[in-house]
């Protein structure tokens, strides 16, 4: 417990920026209003580096492609009102996928509050589903409590985003509190190692396995327990799959990795875990993207749950063994009880499928973006970090572009965020100085966001944008060909700006490329381009499909690898 | 339906013979499932323990809420042993919620519960042996000739009148809520003019944890 070391009282936003500077915060993504301005005044004379954004989700989702390629917690800083309600779909971004954020909302002054003051809102109450937890500071001493507790709640555990509300007389008045190091929260608990019983039972039913396969998610991913996984399934002789999310954990291009498995993932993939006789999850939670009917998936097949989220077990379904528990560590905990199973004949099935069902794309009938995807991936793609919107390009881009290293591969899985891509690789670029990032958004998405143009020129940030532009809300209509007739509605994006024209406006160099023979030229330009960002718009075939595909709430068996000739039943599985 | 009737309590006749609920043995057929929590008293906590329950639509059926005194040590470690353990007052609060629903969307549910930064604790007591208790108030309509009648169900019960007058009396009754159901039961034919309840409150037996 040390006092602030300036003599004259600070502010309470003094504070809360000397508490972000104690935290170790590099940069704050913010967009500034009256309630907020205590708090950005104090910034004026702060270590802390400020990105002026030009939207607050794009602020969120900056913070959180930080904080996804860090493990860091991003930051954002927001005014009362209309300022904090533009974050709540950033929120829910970060909470779906457990990403550790840090929230702070301008208030009115706490005498106004419920009075429907200018630019007034009741931000905790709208965010409350959102948030791993949220504050409401109505008292100056609080605030480095605050603070404190709201670092340590959304890093530790199951990581996820924090809000505090901030009056503007808190933050204007002074603060003599002096600042904590630690934190009090009962009934708060982080879990570590998992219990040791469950470890041997679950270590005695892997070494029977005769067909395990090992199921990675982000959770692996943000406890950086790849290595580990790698070397148990290397012990096992299992293979490896991975959700959208767990790309990376594990080298996608290792040999025992099968790549993503569930709706669009490979065929091999799904197929393995299908017909395994032991399914693994570390630090995933049997989304319904992953297990399409929930009734046909795995139903003989002995479960495991790693998870350091307990409410996770029994969610979806309930696992013969659960183990509470930090991935890395209870993996490192499993290595040295499992025994090497004879796995031969399951690695011959495997061989088998990949071989007979590998990705593949029509190559005629102009440029495809998994044309576009695949030669990213060869030009060096697969040491950059990709981010990604979300629909067709997001599916391509995960099956086409490997991810070979931890905290590379950034994309709104659980929340299904359009917009996020683009400024999430704006926070990733600054986060790692030195690495390349890509950002792989469709037309639709990408102009949701791409107001955060003029900061990435601004702030000369090395992001490089490849916009899979084909007119079209491509997944939408893929569906509606497949199961809506071909009814299109809601789904052509006719008038679409020139992409090339719109980033030369804001100061960007950009390329277009229209066709297959001028894709590498376009994407080794945009690689070598590291001053600032760049764009490069890829014009591709419009009416394209993602496959393989399982339709929403079918069997893992219902796969399809190509179009049916016949009409296909509406989907019954979420969305 | 009156609060009563949605209960689908059977009237108990005898009120001499000592009302005890035997424990639900059958979880998964419990029609209600009563949750105790500690929770610390922060604002908001009420609407975040109420929204886990609200965005699964399930409906809570009771809910009562007061200060805690005492809060076992072993609760209070938080994320760095050794601290201060000792609970100020106004620091934590008790909650008692009875909710009916499909078990294990309830099992979700209290783990959900559990995972709120303030709640200290949430315990499904289904099944288990506790000590449960409801209060009651009951404004009955007394014509003259009932008012003996009226006294006698009153005195059975050992419910006391808190308010006579002319036309009307209110009468206090504790206990569990099978009880009540029957207290009330017994009453309604004279004319019910106003009923509040408490909402149920527990406490598990010996040394386990509520």
Not at chain 1, 406 to 420: D, I
Not at chain 1, 491 to 499: C, K, Q, S, T, V
Not at chain 2, 115 to 126: E, G, M
């Amino acid at each position: 417990m040390n006092a602030p070391t300036s003599l004259k009282t600070p502010t309470g936003g003094e504070v809360v920026i000397r508490c972000l500077e104690r935290e170790g915060v590099e940069y704050i993504f913010g967009y500034s209003g009256g309630a907020a301005m205590p708090i950005f005044d104090a910034l004026v004379d702060a270590k802390v580096k400020l990105v002026l954004v030009r939207h607050e989700q794009g602020a969120t989702h900056m913070a959180d492609g930080y904080a996804r390629s860090t493990g860091k917690p991003g930051v954002v800083l927001v005014t009362s009102g209309p300022g904090a309600t533009n974050c709540v779909t950033g929120l829910l971004t970060a909470l779906m996928d457990s990403v550790p954020m840090i929230v702070l909302t301008g208030q009115t002054i706490t005498p106004m509050l419920g009075k429907d003051a200018f630019q007034e809102a009741d931000v905790t109450g709208i965010t409350y589903p959102v948030v791993k937890h949220s504050y409401l500071v109505k008292d100056a001493r609080d605030i480095p409590r605050v603070m404190k507790e709201a670092f340590h709640i959304a890093t530790t555990g199951r990581p996820g985003p924090v809000l505090i509300d901030l009056p503007k007389d808190i933050t204007q008045g002074p603060c003599s509190a002096p600042y904590v190091d630690t934190v009090n929260l009962p009934g708060y608990r982080v879990p570590g190692r998992a219990d040791s019983a469950k470890v041997r039972q679950a270590a005695d039913f892997l070494s029977k396995a005769r067909k395990p396969v090992l199921y990675v998610g982000h959770g692996a991913v943000m406890s950086n327990a790849g290595d580990a996984i790698m070397r148990l399934a290397d012990k096992l002789g299992a293979p490896i799959v991975n959700t959208l999310l767990g790309k990376g954990a594990c080298r996608e291009d290792s040999p025992i990795n099968l790549g993503m498995l569930g709706m669009h993932g490979t065929a091999y993939a799904n197929k393995a875990v299908a017909g395994c006789d032991l399914i693994m999850a570390i630090g995933a939670r049997w989304d319904d993207r992953i297990t399409g009917k929930l009734s046909a998936f795995c139903p003989d097949a002995v479960k495991i749950h790693i998870d350091i989220d307990r409410a996770e077990f029994g969610k979806v379904l309930k696992p013969h063994v659960s183990l509470e528990g930090d991935a890395r560590l209870v993996v490192e905990d499993l290595l040295p009880l499992v025994h090497k199973a004879d796995t031969a004949d399951w690695w011959k099935e495997i061989h088998q499928w990949r071989k007979a069902y590998p990705l593949k794309y029509p190559k005629k009938g102009g440029l495809r973006a998994q044309h576009v995807l695949d030669r990213l991936d060869k030009l060096g793609g697969r040491d950059c970090i990709i981010t990604t919107d979300v629909g067709q390009h997001q599916m391509w881009a995960a099956q086409f572009c490997l991810t070979t290293k931890n905290r590379h591969w950034l994309s709104s899985g659980g929340a299904g965020t359009m917009g996020f891509g683009f400024p999430a690789a704006i926070g990733a670029a600054l986060a790692n100085p030195g690495k390349k990032a890509w950002c792989v958004v469709g037309d639709g998405g990408f102009q949701m966001t791409l107001c955060e143009l003029a900061t990435a020129a601004l702030q000369k940030v090395p992001v490089k944008i490849l916009v899979i532009n084909n007119s079209y809300l491509g997944m939408i209509r893929q569906w509606q060909e497949l199961f809506f007739d071909n009814r299109i509605s809601g789904a052509d994006l006719e008038g679409n700006p020139d992409f090339v024209k719109l980033a030369e406006a804001y100061g960007v160099p950009a390329k277009r490329v229209k066709r297959a023979g001028d894709v590498d030229k376009v994407l080794k330009w945009a690689m070598a381009h590291d001053s600032g960002p760049c764009l490069v718009e890829a014009e591709v075939v419009k009416e394209d499909n993602v496959f393989p595909m399982i339709p929403a709430g079918a069997p893992l068996t219902g796969m399809i690898i190509e179009k049916p000739k016949t009409k296909m039943e509406k989907p019954t599985g979420s969305t | 339906m009156s609060p009563t009737e949605s209960r689908g309590a059977t009237f108990e006749l005898d009120p001499g013979k000592p009302l005890r609920r035997a424990p639900v043995l059958d979880v998964a057929n419990a029609p209600f499932h009563t949750i105790s929590l500690l929770v610390r008293n922060k604002p908001g906590v009420l609407v975040r323990i109420a929204l886990t329950f609200s965005r699964r639509g399930y409906n809570i059926e009771s809910l009562v809420v007061s200060p805690a005194i005492s809060v076992p040590k072993w609760e209070t470690g938080g994320a760095t042993p050794g601290n201060d353990s000792d609970a100020q007052p106004g620091e934590f609060s008790r909650m008692t919620i009875t909710c009916s629903g499909d078990p294990d969307n309830l099992e979700q549910i209290v783990k959900q519960l559990e995972k709120l930064i303030d709640v200290v604790h949430a315990i499904d007591h289904t099944g288990q042996a506790v000590i449960e208790s409801e209060l009651v108030l009951v404004k009955i309509k007394v014509a003259l000739k009932e008012r003996t009648e009226i006294l006698q169900v009153a005195e059975n019960y050992k419910a006391k009148v808190v308010d006579y007058g002319p036309d009307s009396l209110i009468a206090r009754c504790a206990g569990e809520s099978d009880k009540l159901d029957a207290f009330i039961g017994l009453l309604k034919p004279y004319g019910i003019i106003e009923l509040v309840r408490s909402g149920k409150i527990l406490m598990a037996r010996g040394l386990e944890t509520t």
